[in-house]
């Protein structure tokens, strides 16, 4: 994006530098020296850090079931209790299924007139289902944020590129001349883009927010600090971003110089991606270097260069090894945010980053791997018999076997049996089991088998589950709120700033023509306009509540007059298409409840493209017909017949809503010279609608054996029949 302001008249007002211009290109001593200034503020803030990630680390190894120098006993056995994994997993799986419904349809769109409507919506629901989202980052981000306390994840945009073949038949030619009903198979190479918006879980000793005081990110950042993220590039990766325009080439060499060395290694986080790559029995080699990519409010000038006089605009740092200077650029996102989405767990007042999940319960891990190893020692020693004889015996060696005879005197030799400490073993790992799922709150029924010991009635079970419901909203709410809510808004923004509108049409068809339609510029995507997580919402109402609803609007509807007194009405249109989703999913929901908004006419020349290309184009009621018609018979004569015949069948559609349309118009014109008394049943009664309270009943008892007698047609009592008064 172009940002250089044209010369008016006479004055001349300086250009505006591109966002993706390097400041340090400049004349930059005085930014080079505050940068130093930032450096030396990041360093600092991850050593005041590091004793928190030197216990994020223990904690990995808790949940990953490696032994470290944090046990007490240390024998023979090596077991590993995995209660915290147990308890993490069963955790993350409770709510990324609240997160993530059955029903498939996660995002909502909120809007102050009603004007948002369904392709920008389903376009997002494709992206959420290109990126995984569901097992690739909601599930590694619960796992993450039960361990580590902080919830943090990267937007960004990413781009592949693909040369895809397809087989094409083109017209026949003679002489530059089409030869009509003759076509010729060919091979047709095309390069094209798979392009979305991505996001990335990071680990929260590679994060760091200065001050550590505030609140949210937009806080530090606006009140003058900084956020740090700790990347590691390989020599690669390196090379792309250089070539890329990211990282400047000079600084990209001086990079490469110092990976082979250990300058700048000092005082850096712990590596725990690296960790966890040799935890799956990855061994993690080569050379990277470590990085910090830093977001911060710079003074520039109206010319885009640094000045301790400019305005404070958000820029991204490239800082390498030993105040390596890399890249200095103004934030490239068009919506001026800084990508990060960071919450705590458990939000501490003044703290930003909140306290790990599982530091309170690691010494109950700790005692369950004790006791289990030192049960499992005891039993190993307990198998085999402690022998006592006495010296003056003789020296023979005593050989123990089934049906044996030793000859000894009969005190000379004692057997000794060493105690076993499996019992006690046992209860003391089932104690540190129950408080640790106590304290992370999970209960028998979210693990795969029932490890309860005693019975519970039916009641118990209810308030079990009833509990389990308030502490998973709870929970699920601050990821909801803070992550999930956020990233949608953020993806909406680079949508609108990345997606090219041609290759959109071509991949995404007519949905993709739709979402052009219905650009949402980033400033007005958080305020005026808002897209919302409600997949936990969605959990959390079931079919009595829907009944519930329906039987309400029914009460409701026979109150609409003396609401239309006061000035009020009812909306009956979110509680139907929350109900029509629930009962016929997302698939079918938008077909039984059509958005007459989102029926926008296609120009036909567009039109055209997609049906050459085969894809089935809906038509809307606002087209022209007849001009439509018109002009896909000329594509198809032009392009020489129709041999997928899409155009053939789009063409019907027209002709039939033409039909349609004509039919509609005579039924109008008719029902107006009928008059209204004709729009009501009998005695008043509103035909084809429950009466106000109704709601669906239980089904009949069914129809009884063939050949039985009916009960009108039955004797009465005494033999004495007397007819039924209907």
Known sequence: MSEEREPQGEDQQPKRLDRSADLLGRKTSRLRKKLVEIWNDVRRG??????????????????????NGNQFYNGEAEIYVPAIRDAINARATRFVNQLFPQGGQYVEAVSTDGSVNGPIVSLLDQYISDARLKTDLAKALCRCGDIEGQYNVYVDWEEMAREIVSRVSIPATMEGMPIPGEEIDDIEVEEIFDARPAAEVLHDSDVLVRPESADTVEKALAGGGLVAIVRRWSK???????EA???????????????????????????IPKQLAETVGIQAKGAEAAVYEVWHRLPLGENGAYSEDGVPRLCRIFIGPSQLMLGCVRNPNWNDRCPLLSVPVEKVAGVFKGMSQVEPVISLQYEANDAANEGA???????APVVFRDPASGNEPIVLNVGSIIDVPPNAIKFAEFPDLTPRAIARIQYCIGQIFQTLGVNPSMLPQQTSQTRRNQAQIAQEQQVDLLTTAEAVSVLEG???????????????QHRDRELSVKTHGAMGIRANMQDIPPFKTREYYRFRWWGADQARFNAMQYQQMIAWLNVATGLA???????KRINFTPILE????????????GLVIEDIRAQLSIPADVENELLAQGDDVPISIFDQDAEHIQSHQRAMMQRGGDPRGTFRVHIQRHTLAMGAKQQATVMQEAAAMLGPQQQQGRGGSRAGRPQPGGQVQAMRPSRGPPGMIHPDAMPAAG???MPRKY
């Open 46 to 67: 991850y050593e005041n850090q590091a004793r928190r990630s030197d216990h994020q680390a223990d904690y990995w190894d808790a949940y990953n079931c490696r032994f």
């Open 236 to 242: 690669a990766k390196i090379r792309r971003l250089a």
């Open 245 to 271: 325009g990211l990282v400047r080439q000079d600084a990209a060499d001086e990079l490469e110089e110092m990976m082979t060395s250990s300058a700048g290694k000092e005082g850096m986080p712990e590596n």
């Open 377 to 383: 020692d005891s039993a190993h020693y307990s198998a």
């Open 482 to 496: 803070g992550i999930f809510t956020p990233l949608i808004g953020w993806w909406v923004d680079l949508d609108y």
């Open 561 to 567: 007059p003396q609401l239309a007194q006061e000035g």
């Open 578 to 589: 929350s109900s029509a989703a629930a009962i016929f999913g997302p698939k079918y929901a």
């Open 719 to 721: 033999g004495i029949s």
